[in-house]
């Protein structure tokens, strides 16, 4: 029997891209996928759209979130999901046609594979800018750390008994950098990973949006604070994997991100 995939999508006042991310689902060439849209809050007609998508496709499900936030809404999306492997996939982004196919298909290659993960396309707006493709390396863990590997959260697929074997989940109170802090604390599980070469995710930096959408978050004090509160949720992550020597490597790039963030904050809270 063909694995279950939950592609889990929280949303907030974006129908004018949702629709757009739902359709990349539904444009699968795998058929045995669930859709979970988790509504967080949203005033504008995002609910009204994911219910006309439920009336056309019932693999398509609406959920409203409990706790506000895109952190508690990716996490109400995890326990409500009973695929066999997840992806997280943004209002704002989408999937190519592939995606769980070939993702699926390098899984079959290895024994027991925890992740699949692929190449993304980047655009601003509506204009292909590249595709990043670093996403391995010799020393994956460290270089993650150091930034000089990433790759966007809708890139990967994840199996689900992974994240909940090692009590993975997103950390609520963050507001940014939650990502990176997700996967480090992935890549401490020490997973098994494969790697489509294939640029299967899209990744779009929106230029403008309407009023009351945020584009981008690191402009306010409130914004700065939690950037460094997952940089130290990040440190101790670090500390608690590394061997001294890797250590000694990270912390001098730790030290000089961090000195800049609170210089930073401090120039913002008294501008």
């Known amino acids: 029997m063909e694995s279950l995939v ?13 629709a757009r991310a739902i359709e990349s689902v539904r444009d699968q060439s795998y058929s045995n996928w669930e859709c979970l849209v988790i509504d967080d809050f949203s005033t504008d007609n995002s609910i ?3 219910h006309d998508f439920s009336r056309l496709d019932n693999r398509v499900f609406i959920f409203k979130n409990i706790s506000k936030g895109a952190n ?3 996490n109400l999306g995890l326990k409500k999901a009973k695929g066999q492997y997840v992806i997280f996939l943004d209002s704002d982004d989408a999937l190519e046609p592939k995606m769980i196919e070939e993702s ?3 899984l079959k290659f290895s024994r027991e594979p925890d992740l ?8 601003i707006g509506d204009k292909f800018i590249h595709v990043a493709d670093k996403v391995n390396s010799v020393d994956l863990f460290l270089d993650f750390l ?3 590997v990433k790759w966007p959260i809708n890139s990967v697929l994840i199996r689900r008994e992974f994240l909940e074997m090692n009590n993975i989940f997103f ?3 963050l507001l940014n950098g939650q990502d990176y802090c997700f996967f480090l604390s992935i890549l401490a599980g020490n997973p098994k990973i494969v790697y489509t070469n294939l640029p299967l995710a899209i990744n779009y930096h929106l230029t403008h949006e309407p009023e009351g959408v945020k584009i981008s978050a690191g402009d306010s004090l409130k914004f700065k604070l939690s950037r460094l509160k997952s940089r130290n949720l990040a440190f101790f992550i670090a500390l608690k994997n590394l061997p001294t020597k890797k250590m000694a490597n990270f912390f001098p790039y730790f030290l000089k991100y961090q000195i800049g963030l609170i210089s930073d904050i401090i120039i ?4």
């Open 146 to 148: 150091k930034k000089k």
């Open 104 to 106: 699926l298909k390098q």
């Open 171 to 173: 950390h609520e109170k």
């Open 6 to 18: 939950s592609i889990i999508i929280p949303t907030f006042n974006r129908a004018h891209t949702l």
């Open 48 to 50: 009204e759209l994911v």
């Open 72 to 74: 508690p809404a990716r």
């Open 116 to 123: 699949a993960i692929s190449h993304t396309k980047i655009y």
């Open 268 to 271: 913002t809270r008294f501008n």
